[in-house]
């Protein structure tokens, strides 16, 4: 377990980029009261350390955005200046998560709400409480002492969905330069599986992490079904719709036949070749969240459009569907929301709406133009 939680430690908060070095170190400037917790005794490893315990039961997908968010907060807590001037500052993994009162919950509630949005702020609470949880059943604290420590009120407020809906005109040119490196035979490969990566993300609304997580044995090319593993471990099908189907089934000719368990896409290395093992030979390639998370952005890039993130693919995909059919409760499915309040978020139909009775309203202005 600790393998696959030291690798979840880049964090993903507010649509950043999980490689952006100001969410992997402590803040320079941080508002005051600042709690300056010493560190432990000694640091507790594995199983006995609360951190580890609590990630360990989280997906794959969760375990690293809850590992930044605990990053965060112990930096935050433990903040202080050392013999040599510096701001120092404790990791989660050695910080004491069982000393924290219901006055450092307090002021730590009080910094996350000033800084994130409520949401975001919210994530980061509940990641605290699972580790204050964990704590308590390593028999760190006391059942008071956690029900204190975990007495905080959730943060307040809405925010508008991040992202963007992406336009016709710029998907079309996303496409596009997938489309002419496939005519390169150095870079076919690579064209091909963005192609094909790209078209999932908007027909199937799917999350990079679903996307990066799909296998060989997910697909149904006779029906044009994917079954994709979501949040909380839940599945859902997805279809190749509007030509995804055509694209998906060039990348399958090229990538080749493999077992049912084999990732559905793969690396490509710079000189055009699919990547079907790791280096040494010793267990099959695939590709991460951050690598879609990378191939978007140079998609984006080379298309010469506004900035994308993979998330704008799905924001898109909702408004677009709600569109076409209108009904959210389809739209709630094929997205994958528990909520049909989240899916709800993205319908642009009500934004248009607005600003339609907000244009027959006029400023008696006098100036030209």
Known sequence: MSDAVNAASNV???GRAPSDPALLAAPEVLPAPVLALAPADEVLVGEENPVLSYLGRLSAGSRRTMRGSLEEIAAVASRREGPDGRVVHLDALSFPWWRLTGTHTAIIRGYLAEKYAPSTANKMLSALKG?????????????DERDRASDVAPVRGTRLPPGRSIPR???????????REAEDPKMRARGIRDAAMLALLYVGGLRRTELASLRLGDYEPETGTLRVRGKGNKERPVYAEGGADLLLGGWLELRGDGE?????FLPVRKDGRVERSDPYGEK??????QAVYKMVKRRHREANVKEISPHDFRKTFVGDLLDAVGDLSVAQKLAGHADPSTTARYDRRGERAMRRA????????????
């Open 12 to 14: 993903d908060l507010d």
């Open 169 to 179: 005109g710029e998907l079309s040119a996303l496409f596009a330069v997938c489309a």
């Open 260 to 264: 049912p368990d084999d990732p559905l």
């Open 131 to 143: 580790v204050l949880k964990a704590s308590f059943r390593l028999g760190l604290m006391t059942a």
């Open 358 to 369: 907000a244009s027959h309203l006029h400023v008696p202005h006098h100036f030209d133009g």
């Open 284 to 289: 099959k390639a695939s590709l991460s969240d």
